[in-house]
């Protein structure tokens, strides 16, 4: 090898003409920063493991069948079926507490606070934001409006829209079917709510 290869150093591996000379553990605990060398050489050098855990994953998976179990019929075409009840169908449409929350009719999980429940005038219950990671929104199929979901069941809850001009944090509305929701009380009880009927039920979009 070229005397000028002697004994040079190139990340810790000494390149002679005879060997080579591959670093310890030690040597390499050394010549990194002094946060890395306060680890050790074993943390310096232990693989970094990697999260195969999908995020927002659903918690909650039934079959067709099992959802007509426990849903009503009504609940069913709106929740499952991706309906739309009818326009001030619903008793939530007009209820406001100051306290408590509105979960899912599916699978219980809270969606939203009662407090960011808003009279929008549009028909059915507004709230301009959810839970964090309890609403998922997806593009509809008609490829203008955009879909929400409970994020731990997927069941279809409405729409979103957004920059409407209303007065509230987000300027969002969270346009739902008031028979996807159910309600709790600021101390966690639910109230018991009336079915809705909306003049023929709902009616699919």
């Known amino acids: 090898m070229h005397k000028a290869l002697k004994g040079l150093v190139i990340g810790g591996c000494v390149l002679s003409a005879k060997a080579f000379v591959p670093p310890s553990a030690s040597l390499l605990a050394r010549r990194a920063s002094p946060l890395f060398s306060s680890l050790g050489a074993a943390a310096v050098l232990a ?28 609940q069913f075409k709106v929740l499952r079926g991706k309906g739309t009840e009818s326009a001030g169908s619903s008793e ?15 699978c219980g999980a809270p969606l939203y606070k009662a407090s960011a429940k808003f009279d929008s005038g549009c ?45 509230n944090p987000v300027d969002a509305r969270h346009c739902v079917n008031g028979i996807c929701l159910t309600y709790k009380d600021a101390s966690g009880v639910a109230v018991p709510k009336k079915e809705s009927t909306g003049g023929g039920g709902c009616q699919l979009s």
């Open 47 to 74: 693989p970094r493991a990697i999260s195969s855990t999908p995020s927002h994953r659903m918690s909650v998976e039934k079959s067709e069948e099992e959802w007509r179990t426990v849903l009503s019929k009504e």
């Open 92 to 106: 939530y449409n007009k209820q406001y507490p100051k306290d408590g929350s509105y979960g899912c009719v599916g």
């Open 123 to 167: 028909g059915w219950p507004a709230f301009y934001e959810g839970y964090d990671g309890a609403i998922k929104e997806v593009k509809d199929k008609d490829g203008r409006r955009i879909e929400i979901l409970c994020n731990s069941c997927g069941g279809h809850l409405g729409h979103v829209f957004k920059g409407e001009g209303f007065k």
